[in-house]
């Protein structure tokens, strides 16, 4: 099957590209390509496809597509209010959620929506647990503020925060680019005590399952889908942010504890946020489309 999309949401395109399908990603002018990545994927001019079906994330890439080639589009976001009118509601065509949760909120009309949950390449068990500190990662923090809980991290102290455009924190960002940089982002991860996840209104971060992926311990809010990702037994899920604060002081004081536990958030990443079953049911997607 030869797929075409652009290079929008990285983590997500990672776990995408690794079927056994030909990728093709729009190079300059039209997107930026694999951007560095080492994927088994092949930038493209748009006057030059010829692919099967094009996974679309943005509605500007619509237009984009040549004639012919059918569409799915892919939704990442939770909508800015509870019952936003998406930009394709009422339109023919399959409106793929990446969460429930979005596809709750979301008003779509009578457009098809279907959901396919995240899946992650596995980092693997990396965890040692070995600083007595929380690690979060949020990109942008400072212009997504209150969305992504920027302001409750200092409760969480001392808590490590990573992400593209976290140096305005004080906060030095690790890695590029390249799965080197995400390798080493996962590796420093790994070393700090528990992973916190602060995101008021925002959809499931994949950060938060590659943490549980890599064997951490994992707190939450209790917002958005973050409660089917975490359940109880799994990480600690809460709205009271003295309940995770303290959960957090709790297992950086044991590492027993939290070795425990992060071995628990592992198992239950690998059940339900497994990279099989995502690249399985986008099979069964795509296959259908093209009919």
């Not at 560095?36 to 890439?61: C, F, I, K």
């Not at 920027?150 to 925060?161: C, E, I, S």
């Not at 950060?207 to 951490?216: D, T």
């Not at 899920?237 to 992060?262: C, K, Q």
Request: charged share 25%.
């Amino acid at each position: 099957m030869r797929i075409l999309l652009w290079h929008v949401h990285g983590s997500w395109t990672h776990a995408f590209v690794q079927g056994g399908h030909d990728y093709l990603l729009p190079g300059p002018p039209d997107g930026i390509g694999p951007a560095g990545r080492p994927w088994r994927a092949t930038e493209v001019r748009l006057s030059e496809v010829d692919a099967d079906v094009a996974v679309v994330q943005r509605v500007e890439e619509l237009a984009r597509v040549p004639d012919g080639i059918p569409v799915v589009y892919l939704e990442h976001n939770t909508p800015g209010t509870p019952g936003q009118r998406h930009p394709l509601a009422d339109r023919d065509g399959t409106l793929v959620h990446v969460t429930h949760f979005n596809d709750l909120m979301w008003d779509c009309g009578s457009t098809r929506t279907v959901v396919i949950e995240h899946g992650v390449v596995d980092p693997g068990p990396l965890y040692t647990g070995e600083l007595p500190r929380a690690a979060a990662v949020i990109n942008d923090p400072v212009r997504r503020g209150r969305a992504v809980g920027a302001d409750l991290l200092p409760r969480f102290a001392p808590v490590d925060v990573f992400g593209i455009g976290t140096e305005q924190i004080g906060t030095e960002r690790i890695g590029g680019l390249g799965d080197h940089g995400l390798e080493a982002l996962h590796r420093e991860l790994a070393r700090r005590r528990v992973y916190v996840h602060t995101a008021r209104w925002t959809s499931l971060g994949l950060s938060l399952l590659e943490a549980m992926h890599l064997g951490m311990p994992v707190v939450t809010l209790a917002c958005t889908e973050a409660v089917r990702a975490v359940p109880a037994g799994v990480g600690v899920a809460s709205a009271d942010v003295r309940e995770l604060v303290e959960a957090t002081r709790e297992l950086i004081a044991d590492p027993a504890l939290a070795r425990e536990r992060g071995q628990r958030a592992r198992e239950f990443a690998l059940a339900h946020y497994g990279l099989d079953a995502f690249l399985r049911n986008w099979d069964v997607l795509l296959k259908e489309v093209i009919g």
